[in-house]
T-cell receptor, first 111, second 114 residues
Framework: KQEVTQIPAALSVPEGENLVLNCSFT??????LQWFRQDPGKGLTSLLL?????REQTSGRLNASLDKSSGRSTLYIAASQPGDSATYLC??????????FGTGTRLQVTL | DTGVSQDPRHKITKRGQNVTFRCDPI?????LYWYRQTLGQGPEFLTY????????KSRLLSDRFSAERPKGSFSTLEIQRTEQGDSAMYLCASSPGGEGYEQYFGPGTRLTVT
């Protein structure tokens, strides 16, 4: 069974801190790895997509890396802000680009 | 607005009733996916379409569930004889088609079965 695991399940940090969210997957045969943000009761907002041939992607204060051989991806958030508080989900795209999601990391950035 | 839209956003129904959800993908996106998300979990794949053809259904999609995408545009997901276990957020996503393309998600339909 293809599985995606996210650690930690929850994280609370003071504003301004840099932080790393971890994602691991069991099947390295992937097309891409996507990171999403989800606010409570809302849909998913795509943050970054890393193709299987790439090692990392950057957007503003966000940087995502991908290591297919070890089945790991990380999302780095620099200078965290209270507005970053949300659940962050990673998802691997397998056959037919179907996404398999982790259970998410719930982030709280405090003032 | 060129994003993915879903209707309704919220649906409360009594057990045993039928419900239907609609998803309008981004224009000209060939692929359309349905996912289900229960509280505290990540979304799980239900089914997907390439144009009007339904190419795969998850084992999560029991025979009470049916999805259509007539003419390869909008899609509907119907649940017959709803059960309390069907309570979840139903998410729709679309992509340009082929492999490795980004999926764009709609706001979801939250179903509550009482």
């Amino acid at each position: 069974k293809q599985e995606v695991t996210q650690i930690p399940a929850a994280l609370s940090v003071p504003e301004g801190e840099n932080l790393v969210l971890n994602c691991s997957f069991t099947d390295s045969a992937i097309y891409n790895l996507q990171w999403f943000r989800q606010d409570p009761g809302k849909g998913l907002t795509s943050l970054l997509l890393i193709q299987s041939s790439q090692r990392e992607q950057t957007s503003g204060r966000l940087n995502a890396s991908l290591d297919k051989s070890s089945g790991r991806s990380t999302l780095y958030i620099a200078a965290s802000q209270p507005g970053d508080s949300a659940t962050y989900l990673c998802a691997r795209a397998g056959t037919a680009s179907k996404l398999t999601f982790g259970t998410g990391t719930r982030l709280q950035v405090t003032l | 607005d060129t994003g993915v839209s879903q209707d309704p956003r919220h649906k409360i129904t009594k057990r045993g009733q039928n419900v239907t959800f609609r998803c309008d993908p981004i224009s000209e996106h060939n692929r359309l996916y349905w996912y289900r998300q229960t509280l505290g979990q990540g979304p799980e794949f239900l089914t997907y379409f390439q144009n009007e053809a339904q190419l795969e259904k998850s084992r999560l999609l029991s025979d009470r569930f049916s999805a259509e995408r007539p003419k390869g545009s909008f899609s509907t997901l119907e649940i017959q004889r709803t059960e309390q276990g069907d309570s979840a957020m139903y998410l729709c996503a679309s992509s340009p088609g082929g492999e490795g393309y980004e999926q764009y998600f709609g706001p979801g339909t939250r179903l509550t079965v009482t």
